[in-house]
C-alpha cells in the first residue's frame, strides 16, 4: 500500500514535470487577466505602490500557496504587478 | 598534499583579485556603489519579509456589560525565499488574555518546496486546507468584521491547522476554467474535555506519534468557474485520540472521526459574498462512560458592499454553531471605514443566543448573546 502510494506520487510529479514545457517569458496580459480574477477574492487589492519590487517576490510567492496558483500565473501577475508599479509611481 | 597545495594557490588568486576589485571598487564614487549594492539586493537569490497585522478593539456584551478593550492582536508573519525553490512561511500570534497575560500562539511555520508549476510540498505546520475561513479571512484586515463567525473562532467546529505535510497547487485549465487543489496527510487530533467542561476538539495538531491513533488524510478542491469567484469542497478522514477515557485515565483511545466542508467566495464589482460549511463528525466511544460522540457543525454567509466614495463598507453576516451540547445562532450587522485598503476601522453589533444545558438543572436554558464592537486592523 505505501509503495503504491509512493510510486503514484513520484510517477505525478513527473508527469507533470513533462506535461509542462519550460518557458520562461512572462505574459503580462495574462497576468493582468488573472489579477483582476484572483486578487480582490480573498480580500482588498494591495496596490503594485504598496510594496516594493523585492517585497512583491515573497508575497507572490506566498500569494501562490494561498490562492492555487500555478507557478507561471504567478510569473504573470508579478511581471503585471511590477509594470504597473515602474509606470504608476516611477519606482523600480 | 598536493591538493593542499593546490587549494592555497587557489586561495592566493583569490586573494589578490579581491583586493584588486576593492582597490577598483574605492577609486569609484560613493553613489556608484550604492547603486550596485541596491543592485545586488535586488538580485539576490535569497531574502527575508516580514508582512502580518494587528489590531485593537472594544467589546462590550449587552447583558453581562463587561465592556472593555480586550481585542488585541499582533501578528507578525516571516518570509524567507531562496529563489523558486522554496518559501518558509511562519506567524506568531501574540494576544492578550483576560487576566493580561500575554499569550502566544505559532499560527503557522512551514516550508514550502515548489516541486513544478502545478505543484507545492508544504513541511510543518500549516493552516487547515478545510474550508476557507481559518486559512484565508481569518487576519483582521481581511475579516470584515471584528471577530470569527460562531464556531469559526479556536476550539469551534472549524479547523485550524494541521502538523503534516501537503501537496498543492494550481491544475492545468480544463475548458478554460481554473482549479487548484490541496491534499495532506498530517497528525491526528485529540478530543479533550476543557477545564469549563465543555468538550473541545483541539483542532490544532498535535506532534505526540498520533496519540497512538492513524494519521489524518484531507483535501480540498476548487474551481473558479467565472473571475472572482471560487466553489471549495473539502473534508478529512481519520481517527481522533480521546484522552478522557473515564474508566481509566491513563488510555487514549482512538476514535472514528471525519471532516466535510463546502465553501463559495464571490467578488463582483463592490459586493463580496462569502459563506462555509463545515462539520466534524466523531464516532461514539467504546467506554460506556465516555464522552458522546456526534456532530460539530458551523455556517455562515455574508455579504459586504463598499461604497467607493464613501470609504464605507456596510457588512451583514449570519451564522450557526452546533455541537452535541449546545447551539449558537448569530445575525451581526458591521459598517467598516477604508482608511486605505489594508487600514480598517470596524464597527459592528452582533444578535446572539446560544442554547445549552443548565448546569445544575441539565435543562436546556437559552441566554442572549448581544455584543457591541470596534477595532482598527491592519495589514503590513
Given at each position: 500500500?505505501?509503495?503504491?502510494?509512493?510510486?503514484?506520487?513520484?510517477?505525478?510529479?513527473?508527469?507533470?514535470?513533462?506535461?509542462?514545457?519550460?518557458?520562461?517569458?512572462?505574459?503580462?496580459?495574462?497576468?493582468a487577466?488573472?489579477?483582476?480574477?484572483?486578487?480582490?477574492?480573498?480580500?482588498?487589492?494591495?496596490?503594485?505602490?504598496?510594496?516594493?519590487?523585492?517585497a512583491?517576490?515573497?508575497?507572490?510567492?506566498?500569494?501562490?500557496?494561498?490562492?492555487?496558483?500555478?507557478?507561471?500565473?504567478?510569473?504573470?501577475?508579478?511581471?503585471?504587478?511590477?509594470?504597473?508599479?515602474?509606470?504608476?509611481?516611477?519606482t523600480? | 598534499?598536493?591538493?593542499?597545495?593546490q587549494?592555497?594557490?587557489?586561495?592566493?588568486?583569490?586573494?589578490?583579485?579581491?583586493?584588486?576589485?576593492?582597490?577598483?571598487?574605492?577609486?569609484?564614487?560613493?553613489?556608484?556603489?550604492?547603486?550596485?549594492?541596491?543592485?545586488?539586493?535586488?538580485?539576490?537569490?535569497?531574502?527575508f519579509?516580514?508582512a502580518?497585522?494587528?489590531?485593537?478593539g472594544?467589546?462590550?456584551?449587552?447583558?453581562?456589560?463587561?465592556?472593555?478593550?480586550?481585542?488585541?492582536?499582533?501578528?507578525?508573519?516571516?518570509?524567507?525565499?531562496?529563489?523558486?525553490?522554496?518559501?518558509?512561511?511562519?506567524?506568531?500570534?501574540?494576544?492578550?488574555?483576560?487576566?493580561?497575560?500575554?499569550e502566544?500562539?505559532?499560527e503557522?511555520?512551514?516550508?514550502?518546496?515548489?516541486?513544478?508549476?502545478?505543484?507545492?510540498?508544504?513541511?510543518?505546520?500549516?493552516?487547515?486546507?478545510?474550508?476557507?475561513?481559518?486559512?484565508?479571512?481569518?487576519?483582521?484586515?481581511?475579516?470584515?468584521?471584528?471577530?470569527?463567525p460562531?464556531g469559526?473562532?479556536?476550539?469551534?467546529?472549524?479547523?485550524?491547522?494541521?502538523?503534516?505535510?501537503?501537496l498543492?497547487?494550481?491544475?492545468?485549465?480544463?475548458?478554460?476554467?481554473?482549479?487548484?487543489?490541496?491534499?495532506?496527510?498530517?497528525?491526528?487530533?485529540?478530543l479533550?474535555?476543557?477545564?469549563?467542561?465543555?468538550?473541545?476538539?483541539?483542532?490544532?495538531?498535535?506532534?505526540?506519534?498520533?496519540?497512538?491513533?492513524?494519521?489524518?488524510?484531507?483535501?480540498?478542491?476548487?474551481?473558479?468557474?467565472?473571475?472572482?469567484?471560487?466553489?471549495?469542497?473539502?473534508?478529512?478522514?481519520?481517527?481522533?485520540?480521546?484522552?478522557?477515557?473515564?474508566?481509566?485515565?491513563?488510555?487514549?483511545?482512538?476514535?472514528?472521526?471525519?471532516?466535510?466542508?463546502?465553501d463559495?467566495?464571490?467578488?463582483?464589482?463592490?459586493?463580496?459574498?462569502?459563506?462555509?460549511?463545515?462539520?466534524?463528525?466523531?464516532?461514539?466511544?467504546?467506554?460506556?462512560?465516555?464522552?458522546?460522540?456526534?456532530?460539530?457543525q458551523a455556517?455562515?454567509?455574508?455579504?459586504?458592499?463598499?461604497?467607493?466614495?464613501?470609504h464605507?463598507?456596510?457588512v451583514?453576516?449570519?451564522?450557526?454553531?452546533?455541537?452535541?451540547?449546545?447551539?449558537?445562532?448569530?445575525?451581526?450587522?458591521?459598517?467598516?471605514?477604508?482608511?486605505s485598503?489594508?487600514?480598517?476601522?470596524?464597527?459592528?453589533?452582533?444578535?446572539?443566543?446560544?442554547?445549552?444545558?443548565?448546569?445544575?438543572?441539565?435543562?436546556?436554558?437559552?441566554?442572549?448573546?448581544?455584543?457591541?464592537?470596534a477595532?482598527?486592523?491592519?495589514?503590513f
Open positions: 500500500m505505501k509503495t503504491l502510494l509512493k510510486t503514484t506520487l513520484i510517477t505525478l510529479v513527473f508527469c507533470l514535470n513533462t506535461l509542462h514545457a519550460e518557458e520562461n517569458k512572462a505574459d503580462v496580459m495574462n497576468g487577466q488573472v489579477w483582476t480574477d484572483v486578487c480582490m477574492r480573498c480580500h482588498n487589492l494591495r496596490q503594485p505602490a504598496d510594496l516594493s519590487t523585492r512583491w517576490k515573497f508575497s507572490m510567492n506566498h500569494m501562490r500557496i494561498r490562492a492555487g496558483l500555478t507557478a507561471d500565473e504567478t510569473r504573470d501577475i508579478q511581471a503585471f504587478i511590477l509594470q504597473s508599479k515602474s509606470t504608476v509611481d516611477g523600480q | 598534499m598536493k591538493y593542499l597545495a587549494h592555497s594557490k587557489v586561495l592566493m588568486h583569490s586573494v589578490i583579485l579581491s583586493s584588486m576589485l576593492a582597490t577598483m571598487a574605492s577609486a569609484d564614487n560613493g553613489e556608484d556603489v550604492t547603486v550596485l549594492q541596491v543592485a545586488q539586493e535586488q538580485n539576490a537569490l535569497s531574502g519579509q516580514l502580518g497585522y494587528a489590531s485593537f472594544y467589546s462590550n456584551t449587552k447583558d453581562v456589560h463587561d465592556g472593555s478593550f480586550d481585542l488585541v492582536n499582533f501578528s507578525p508573519i516571516f518570509h524567507y525565499g531562496y529563489s523558486d525553490i522554496l518559501q518558509f512561511e511562519g506567524e506568531v500570534e501574540f494576544s492578550i488574555a483576560a487576566d493580561g497575560e500575554t502566544i500562539d505559532m503557522y511555520a512551514a516550508a514550502n518546496l515548489f516541486l513544478n508549476n502545478y505543484m507545492s510540498l508544504t513541511l510543518g505546520k500549516f493552516m487547515s486546507p478545510i474550508g476557507q475561513f481559518r486559512q484565508n479571512f481569518h487576519p483582521s484586515w481581511i475579516n470584515k468584521m471584528p471577530d470569527a460562531v469559526f473562532g479556536h476550539g469551534g467546529a472549524a479547523l485550524s491547522s494541521n502538523v503534516g505535510a501537503a498543492r497547487g494550481g491544475l492545468p485549465k480544463v475548458l478554460g476554467i481554473r482549479h487548484n487543489y490541496v491534499v495532506y496527510v498530517s497528525n491526528a487530533y485529540t479533550e474535555v476543557a477545564p469549563d467542561g465543555d468538550v473541545d476538539i483541539v483542532a490544532e495538531g498535535s506532534t505526540a506519534n498520533n496519540n497512538g491513533t492513524a494519521p489524518t488524510f484531507g483535501g480540498r478542491y476548487a474551481i473558479d468557474p467565472i473571475g472572482g469567484m471560487e466553489i471549495g469542497i473539502s473534508g478529512a478522514y481519520g481517527k481522533i485520540a480521546d484522552l478522557n477515557s473515564s474508566s481509566n485515565p491513563d488510555k487514549i483511545t482512538a476514535r472514528d472521526y471525519n471532516v466535510l466542508g463546502a463559495l467566495t464571490y467578488h463582483i464589482g463592490n459586493f463580496d459574498l462569502r459563506g462555509e460549511y463545515v462539520e466534524q463528525n466523531i464516532g461514539e466511544s467504546t467506554d460506556p462512560l465516555g464522552i458522546e460522540g456526534g456532530k460539530w455556517a455562515y454567509a455574508q455579504v459586504a458592499y463598499q461604497i467607493d466614495m464613501l464605507l463598507e456596510p451583514l453576516r449570519y451564522g450557526f454553531y452546533k455541537n452535541p451540547e449546545l447551539e449558537q445562532k448569530q445575525t451581526a450587522l458591521g459598517l467598516n471605514y477604508l482608511f485598503n489594508n487600514i480598517i476601522a470596524k464597527m459592528a453589533y452582533e444578535f446572539g443566543n446560544r442554547t445549552s444545558p443548565d448546569e445544575d438543572t441539565g435543562v436546556d436554558t437559552t441566554i442572549k448573546t448581544d455584543k457591541f464592537l477595532q482598527l486592523a491592519f495589514g
